[in-house]
């Protein structure tokens, strides 16, 4: 059986601490590694959320004046990189992937728990290094996409040590990458068939595919930089007849899917739980799966678009411009499909269920500002300018970053037993969604205008428009409280859920709140229609006492 | 509806300054149509769904078992791929009509270029290895362009001028030929809608027709260090006489001037 070696495992679980410690320990066990990645990453959320209030606050007035230009390009090199490699990427794959796909597969644990726990604790020291390079030695000053020459003449300590960071995270995320796939295509429960899977399950299928297939290039070039400023090579030094369009290549080779790295797990999450909540099937299951993987495999091959001004050849310009044009096709699929999910639902309108909706209707936005980015003849005028900043915060917050709460106010009652408070929740949802949009719907304008990307002064006909955005990052800030409220006061205070507060279906709610160590007491149930939801369909195919021995593996 | 007038109605962009940006302008203003109604279309069904379909007190019961719909999935499948498509064509035809697809359509025609100027308003950007037209276009007013740290300067071989300012005749088309000497910078002048990294070891090229007399800012795009926000010059786009003065003023070879 595919569990035999999980008595070995058994003896492990026994030396672990127990209670609140466990977060602390060197833990095998998939929950506590999900949860461990969860609140790390909400300590680096609000680390990078006060670097983001710096940069505001630096432009609230067109001249430089809150702190020097050499730490502002600090500043905005550090909340991209911590808010992209510490936050979302190890959230909405780390934390929600490790916690819930052996529950989806019916497995009691991830496939390598040893590689899990390593890939989990290489962030803290990675993030810590990190952020204590900006009090040692000051931190790197190129921007998160550290562009040579730029990144070669800047301070070499810092650019270093962000390096040495990055290939720590992305070496994590290639442990967690493999982890996945071997854990959805092999520990599936006998009986399971991939087509019966829960959709968040492709997403992180298709997601884990993007990170082993993308990581390891970006990691090579970093390291490749690395020689340059360290060792005098010219890799990408053009005062040594380097190439530094070459590095921009292979940069976004990574970068690009890694923006898909942040948000189809993201759109697996919502696909959990808009049903749910809407008491309705999935709408169109076969027709996401397919539009995951369509996603997944255009994703690879539309990085240039982000270097339309770089001097690239027409030819390239045009294929670039078709192929990330052509992945509204499928992205536009799994939207309409949510919106006919909510259709004809009984839908609860609670936290999860607002977030969930902000996320659509932000990323529709984030989508069309997308394609219109992905035109040339566009693109020439805007490419590093502030309506690219607000393009892809509706993306990367708008989108993933509104999953990652509604994930929350979603599965705390799983991760505690507890509910959280509603009407915090609600004022929370309001607070986030009006503060976002005030933040970075005037950025758009802004770009249009002429107000380029990372820049501390600016033209001061852009002022009051740049204040406006302030406030809303001011009023972005100010929401992270009743969530922290709630999320600390809950975890005492907060209403018994039960084991099955909203009633799913889907495997992580038919064991008990918070769940046992190897996830059920007795045999994992085999769930065949994670969202058989709807009038006369409820719990027919539920075969809860199913045990193992009747059905064959399935390949 | 609504959208398509909000599309055509709303002016988000500065004023026109070259020939390139009326063809820009155009394309946005398409875009932002089809923007809109789409924004305003999933967000009117989003809204619509949640107050409709809300659970009412008292509701235990659960929706519609409604799994898919083929005819549907297919739909909505096809509206975006023919929007995308119908965008994607538009946006190259927009793309050639700003001439930068020149080098790929005409290949070694490009000696030919002043013929073709006025369909090809604009002669696109890229890589100056790829195209040397400018050199042997009669018209084309030839710049050189130096960027450093944190600095334009424009270097006018016709007179032997170098200038912390880009003066430009309006009306003649303007040939740039761009280079970096240290990290890498990008010229932008929004209200030519146009922008171009500047490479160190890597020339670039971008050619312009500017349209409409005044004084607007040259912005450099591409983080280029802590100073990179105050790197900025001034083009000054003026009538050929007064381009002129300024010309003769400055020119340091005698013989050039007219």
Known sequence: MSFSNLSLEKQSYKLQPSGWLRYLSFSLDHKVIGLQYLICGFIFYLIGGALASAIRIELTSPISDFMPREVYNQVLTLHGTVMIFLWIVPVVNGAFGNYLIPFYVGARDMAFPRLN??????????????????????????GWTAYPPLSITTPAAGQIIWILSVLLLGGSSIFGGINFIATILKLRRPGLKLMQLPMYCWAMLGTSILVVLSTPVLAGTLILLSFDIIANTGFFNPALGGNVIVYQH??????????????LPAFGLVSEILPIHCRKPLFGYSTMVYSIMAIVVLGLVVWAHHMFTSGTPPWMRLFFTIATSFIAVPTGIKFFNWVATLWGGKISLNSAVLFSCGFIVNFVLGGITGVALAQVPFDIHVHDTYFVVAHFHYIVYGGSVFVIFSAIYHWYPKFTGRLMNENLGRIHFLLTFIGFNLCFAPQHWLGLNGMPRRVAEYDPQFA???????????????????????????????????????????????????????????????VKEPYAYGVNKKNQNLDLNESNESTSPNQ | MGGLWIGQNVNLLPIEASANAPVYDELFRVLFSIGTILFIGILGLVIYSLIRFRRKPGQLSDGIALEGNLPLEIFWTAVPAVV???????????????????????????THNSATTESKIWGGIGNASEK????????????????????????????????????????????????????????????????????????????????????????????????????????????????QTWFNKNAKDETLKT
């Open chain 1, 464 to 526: 009051f428009v740049n204040q406006l955005s302030s406030a809303g990052a001011l009023l972005m800030a100010v929401s992270t409280l009743p969530f922290l409220w709630n999320a600390i006061r809950s975890l005492f205070n907060g209403q018994i859920a039960g084991d099955n507060p909203w009633n799913g279906l889907t495997p992580e709610w038919l064991t008990s709140s918070p769940p046992p160590v190897e996830n059920w007491i007795g045999p994992a149930p085999l």
């Open chain 2, 84 to 110: 995308v498509l119908f965008i994607g064509i538009y946006s190259y035809d927009i793309y050639d009509r700003m001439g930068g697809m020149t080098p790929l359509a005409h290949g070694d025609m490009h």
């Open chain 2, 132 to 243: 040397t037209g400018y050199e042997s276009s009669i018209a084309s007013l030839p710049i050189e362009v130096t960027a450093m740290q944190f600095a334009f300067l424009f270097h006018y071989p016709e007179g032997d001028i170098i200038s912390g300012e880009l003066h430009v005749p309006v009306g003649r088309p303007v040939s740039m030929r761009m280079e970096s000497n240290d990290v890498i910078h990008a010229f932008w002048v929004p209200e030519f809608r146009l922008k171009q990294d500047v490479i160190p070891g890597q020339p670039t090229i971008l050619n312009f027709t500017p349209t409409k007399p005044g004084r607007y800012p040259v912005i450099c795009a591409e983080l280029c260090g802590p100073y990179h926000g105050g790197m900025r010059s001034t083009v000054v786009v003026e009538d050929p006489n007064e381009y």
């Open chain 1, 117 to 142: 726990a390593v890939a989990f604790w290489l962030i803290p020291p990675a993030g810590l290094m990190l952020i204590s390079s900006y009090f040692i030695t000051g931190a790197a000053e190129s």
């Open chain 1, 250 to 263: 292979l940069f976004w080779f990574y970068s690009h899917p890694a923006v898909y790295i942040m948000v």
